[in-house]
């Protein structure tokens, strides 16, 4: 499709504008060089999200509950959890993998 970035490029955009910042905030949070090295592989892969899913995930990990997040997205709350459960399924495997395809 002419006009879309490939996943490629969407990892390449993703770590020049979210890298910097992203490592940031895992250092603020994580101590041990390990798991800091996990957390900017995850926040990594939940920014490069689409903007739905990455608003939706970004409110979970918020500890907002289902009605919150299906008021503010405009969703049913059984659409909300089946959308967290695919999103937290989709992360899982690509974290696991090295986080190259989100």
């Known amino acids: 499709m002419a006009g879309t970035e490939s996943q490629d490029e969407l990892y390449r955009r993703a770590a020049r504008e979210y890298g910097a910042p992203l490592e940031r905030l895992a250092y603020a949070y994580e101590a041990d060089a390990d798991r800091r090295k996990s957390l900017e592989r ?48 989709l992360l899982s495997r690509q974290f696991h993998k090295g986080g190259h395809d989100a």
């Open 42 to 89: 995850l926040l990594a892969l939940v920014q490069r999200l689409e903007p739905s899913d990455r608003q939706l995930m970004l409110a979970y990990l918020e500890d907002m509950d289902a009605e919150s997040i299906a008021e503010i997205t405009g969703l049913s709350v059984a659409n909300v959890w089946t959308k967290i459960h695919r999103i937290k399924s």
